[in-house]
């Protein structure tokens, strides 16, 4: 009898262990999915989290409707968009190539990506003509960060003396976290902005996102925000049923600060990574490079003592908003390029570099193939003609040849994008 007691006894052990021990697992998956999750599915997967445990109570929310930010209809080419309205705005001869020199170094959200200095013309009249072209359709086209573009695109409705104007001036940081009680005149005003209002030119189909990291440099510092936008904030109640049981209640105690503490383990992960991409990138986030220098996975993983999958899920589907516009995170960690001087460059400048070449071209004689290809040897990044005809057809760029002819057509790209050819 004894002997039957102590089996029992052993296979109840081994069950609490086995249960505790598949508790444990589904833990860690919990944690490794908020850590992979970008903003938007996050804030939904809180929101069930919170729906699904009585124990948690969500806290009244400042801003119970978040901010969106549209995005326009589709067009051919911000480049030549532009440029129309540069040749009918009155621009000099002079100003014109100003005008060609400003707008070759917008990006495709529409900022501009070059600081003025490195243009090579008089800062003076650079930010004459680029003062007019922010004027220019699409509203907000031209400005260096998100927030000169909010507040160029409220000027433009004639609402510079709208509450949401001193908002976006005064409290930009806490309007991007969503920590801001809004009236609904205000919540409209911002609602009709554009995130990236030169991304609806893109020939490439934009999906609604949001910023999860936003970098901002103020007094030559950086400031990093994790975006918790429509994340709900919660605590655990005080109050409930006297009828749940005690166990129960110590179960879903206890899975509320476990939620908590991921979260807020993300926050600090999604941190550590951004200050160690600011640290290794300076000059990119400071804007005096374009090009993004890729990183190694690894090395990274080695300096900050973190796995290198963890750094992976961390940055999987998150995006970035620096003054270069909103770019996905995983763009720091691409496929690299060797240059000359031995530094690397990722695959994606190289073919910004390539966009940019074909953007500031003799619109009447464009480059060809192996032109491009010698321009871009001269910058000390070694590539082939083939190569240059690989990246272009990706890009979705015509032939010399077709760019030319689209050109006396009054189009750089085919409006059906289902003709789109890039021979």
């Known amino acids: 009898m004894m002997g039957s007691m102590h089996e029992i006894d052993l296979h109840q052990s081994l069950a609490t262990k086995q249960h505790q021990k598949l508790l444990a697992t589904l833990a860690m998956q919990q944690a490794f999915l908020v850590l992979k999750l970008p903003i938007l599915e996050l804030s939904q997967w809180v929101e069930n989290q919170i729906d699904a445990n009585p124990i948690l109570e969500k806290l009244q929310e400042s801003s119970p409707n978040p901010i969106h930010f549209d995005q326009m209809e589709k067009l051919p080419s911000l480049y030549e968009h532009l440029m129309q309205q540069a040749h009918i705005s009155g621009f000099t001869e002079e100003e014109i190539l100003l005008a060609e020199t400003l707008i070759g170094n917008f990006n495709e959200q529409g900022f501009l990506s070059s600081p003025l200095k490195d243009l090579g013309s008089p800062i003076r009249m650079l930010k004459k003509v680029l003062k007019k072209i ?94 918790e936008e429509g994340v709900p904030d919660f605590h655990l109640s005080s109050t409930y049923s006297e009828n749940i049981a005690p166990s129960y209640i110590r179960q879903k105690t206890a899975e509320g600060k476990w939620l908590y503490r991921i979260l807020t383990r993300r926050n600090h992960i999604l941190q550590q990574i951004t200050h160690y991409l600011i640290v290794k990138q300076p000059g990119y986030f400071s804007g005096r490079e374009s090009i993004v220098h890729p990183i190694n996975l690894k090395e990274t993983a080695e300096d900050l003592q973190m796995n290198p999958s963890t750094i992976s899920r961390a940055l999987s589907e998150k995006y970035l908003l620096c003054r270069h516009g909103l770019i996905p995170m995983k763009t720091f960690f691409p496929r690299k390029i060797t240059m000359k001087d031995g530094r690397t460059i990722s695959l994606a400048s190289a073919k910004e570099l390539l966009k940019k070449l074909i953007a500031k071209e003799n619109k009447q004689q464009p480059l060809s ?31 010399s040849h077709q760019r030319k002819i689209s050109l006396s057509e009054g189009c750089f790209f085919p409006k059906d994008s289902k003709r789109q050819q890039a021979y």
């Open 134 to 227: 922010q004027d220019f359709d699409p509203p907000g086209i031209g400005a260096t960060t998100l927030r000169e573009s909010f507040l160029i695109q409220l000027e433009i409705k004639g609402l510079k003396t709208h509450h949401a104007y001193q908002i976006v001036h005064n409290q930009f940081e806490d309007l991007v976290q969503g920590s801001l009680s809004l009236d609904q005149a205000t919540k409209e005003a911002l609602s009709s902005l554009h995130f990236a209002p030169g991304s609806s030119f893109s020939h490439h189909p934009i999906q609604s996102i949001r910023a999860d990291v936003i970098v901002e440099e103020s007094g030559g510092k950086f400031n990093v925000t994790i975006s």
């Open 369 to 399: 193939d192996q032109l491009l290809a010698m321009k871009i040897q001269e910058l000390g990044i070694p590539c082939a003609r083939r190569t240059i005809t690989k990246y272009r057809k990706e890009l979705l760029i015509p032939s």
